[in-house]
């Protein structure tokens, strides 16, 4: 830090934070960390809290973390300047520094010290001695935990309490709603943000002449300036104390990040209490007000919507994608340009895809009714895996590549569930394996091998023979052919019915590779398995609905959205299974199973105990 400094927030204390797998993170903008559920995001922010308090505590996800030391006088001169104390003499002419804050959210309050006693501490505050990490560091407990803005829920309920009044003219801010007050800006910024996402007002009040709070309004526009100086008028408005863990929570993120008072900013799970609009609105938020490169903004979260807003948001953001398995951790850095170019097309805007960022593995399927069947097939054999699957729909077999691509950016292990008749679709089969396959020459030759599959399903002729064609043509000119009597609706009904008695792919489509035989069935047989290999799952029956041909589903399989949900149903009432449905989805989890790796984490003690992660 320069000794010219005028900001606190020119302080950098994070001087390393490296990660497993990862090596060392630049501690600066904004930084997302996402998952799947105990991953070590919640954990991560606890270790860097904990190092820049200057408490004793083993890394649970870092390897490590190096805190910045800070030159004593302008460091000094900065937290008063800025209002965190103020120095006076007392009697005896001794000089004192009295705290004019508390620690943000904790409702604990700074203890009064002497110059003298600061200096000693900072004597004492070594980073690079070897038990730094296992003592407490005084100069961090004390001075420390003012550098940053520790938004886990618990505090960010509490950190926006109402306080005590200043003289503005004289006084430094002692809590952020001064600074919020001194800010018209900032005040601005936040009832506008306020009114688009709950249609309410949000201003600082001190109608209680000694006491300051946030008052909030059901209207959507401020109280006029005369009722906001009414001690009577104000009293008919609640404060924000008396508003949902949903509200307090948001305003709370929003201050912080407005005023920026602080280099250092963690911001755990801020999608808690939110529905999702209002999460999606406060990851825009955070994109377009926590990506400062003055200072280290890094936020935890489980929500697609927070993800979505952040990325369509920010200008520069780091985006780290944490991932646990047996007590050891491994992150991810994800470039933010590949995430924003992918989600850039159509295919991948839906949040069904976003989600499956926060997931152990994930199985890409073609449309929602696949998802109903496999996904209820999958939580029969929750006893057998332990392993999270999202399953991702995409809208068709067009969605899969691009699909694909996004969550090999991100090092999910992924799989593919596709109906069998997409081996005869070269163009579209060769762009998926090309996202699933890292070796062309073994793509290569996977698809040399659909394109032969294809050819010799062509040649096959219809199942309908030509006589029988013939017929129901004879049949059709000789019926009534009246439109006033609605004649054209049965018409096209039968020729519809014709036209796909004739397609060469209903064998394929309706009887899977059962429906072959002698050479090409083996052919089938030995693709299948191979493109499984891979990750490609084809289904053998030919399409989802050929599934559960011996159950009774209740439903016609030509209505699929009612023979989904009736099939999943099924499959929920019949409970874990070998055969059918079962044994397909039971392949795909072994398949993702075995994909689960994870690299050592060289923080973790000897036998790799550590403390839970979140």
């Known amino acids: 830090m320069p000794d010219d400094m005028k900001l606190l927030s020119d302080f950098k204390p994070l001087r390393q934070v490296t990660l497993p797998g990862l090596g060392d993170l630049e501690c600066s903008g904004l930084i997302v960390l996402v998952g799947p559920n105990s991953s070590g995001k919640s954990q991560l922010l606890q270790d860097i809290y ?64 002497q110059p003298q006693q600061a200096q000693q501490w900072y004597g004492s505050f070594v980073p690079e001695a070897p038990q730094f990490a296992r003592r407490q560091s005084e100069f961090l407990n004390h001075f420390g935990r003012l550098l940053v803005t520790a938004l886990f829920l618990d505090r960010r309920l509490t950190s926006l309490a109402s306080t005590g009044v200043i003289d503005f003219i004289t006084q430094s801010p002692q809590h952020d709603l001064h600074a919020l007050y001194l800010d018209d800006k900032a005040r601005e910024l936040l009832h506008d943000e306020m009114l688009s996402s709950f249609g309410r007002s949000v201003w600082p009040d001190m109608s209680r002449g000694n006491v300051m709070s946030l008052k909030v309004s059901d209207e959507g526009l401020l109280p006029a300036p005369a009722d906001r100086l009414s001690h009577k008028k104000m009293a008919e408005f609640r404060s924000i104390e008396t508003e949902g863990d949903g509200m307090k929570s948001y305003v709370a993120t929003c201050v912080s990040l407005l005023l920026g008072r602080r280099p250092v900013c963690l911001i755990d799970e801020p999608e808690m209490c939110l529905h999702p609009p209002q999460a999606y609105n406060l990851g825009r938020f955070i994109g377009r007000f926590g990506a400062s490169r003055e200072s280290a903004t890094l936020v935890a979260t489980h929500s697609s919507h927070v993800l979505r807003g952040v990325i369509q948001t920010a200008e520069h953001v780091q985006i780290v994608r944490l991932t646990r398995r047996d007590k050891l951790f491994s992150a991810h850095l994800v470039p933010a340009t590949d995430l924003t170019e992918a989600l850039s097309r159509p295919t991948l805007r839906s949040e069904a895809v976003l989600d499956g960022i926060f997931a152990q593995a994930v199985v890409v399927v073609e449309a929602d009714g696949d998802r109903l069947v496999y996904q209820a097939a999958w939580e029969t054999l929750h006893d057998d895996f332990r392993i999270d699957l999202h399953f991702s729909t995409v809208g068709g077999t067009g969605g899969i590549a691009d699909t694909c691509s996004l969550y090999r950016t991100l090092k999910i292990p992924i799989a593919v569930i596709a109906d069998l008749d997409i081996i005869v679709d070269g163009e579209r089969m060769s762009r998926v394996l090309a996202k699933l396959v890292d070796d062309s020459r073994v793509s290569d030759d996977l698809i040399q091998s659909c394109n032969q599959v294809a050819e010799a399903v062509r040649s096959l002729p219809p199942t309908i023979a030509p006589a029988d064609v013939a017929k129901e043509l004879l049949s059709i000119g000789e019926g009534s052919m009246d439109w006033n009597q609605r004649d054209d609706v049965e018409l096209r009904r039968r020729l519809g019915r014709l036209g796909n008695d004739m397609d060469r792919m209903r064998r394929l489509k309706r009887g899977g590779i059962a429906a072959y035989s002698g050479e090409l069935h083996d052919k089938m047989s030995v693709l299948l398995e191979q493109l499984r290999n891979h990750g490609l799952f084809l289904v053998p029956v030919g399409e989802l609905e050929q599934w559960l041909a011996t159950y009774d589903v209740g439903v016609s399989t030509s209505d699929k959205r009612a023979w989904s949900n009736a099939a999943a149903q099924t499959v929920q009432k019949a409970g874990k299974r070998d055969e059918d449905v079962w044994g397909f989805v039971t392949a795909v989890g072994r398949y993702l199973s075995s994909r689960q790796t994870v690299l050592p984490n060289p923080a973790l003690n000897p036998t790799g105990a550590s403390s839970p992660a979140g």
């Open 50 to 113: 904990s190092r820049i308090s200057g408490e004793p505590r083993r890394l649970v996800v870092a390897s490590d973390i190096q805190i910045e030391k800070p030159p004593l006088d302008p460091f000094l001169r900065c937290l008063e300047d800025e209002g965190y104390f103020t120095t006076f003499e007392d009697e005896a002419g001794v000089k004192h520094m009295r705290p004019l804050t508390m620690y943000l959210g904790t409702g604990k309050a700074l203890g009064q010290i």
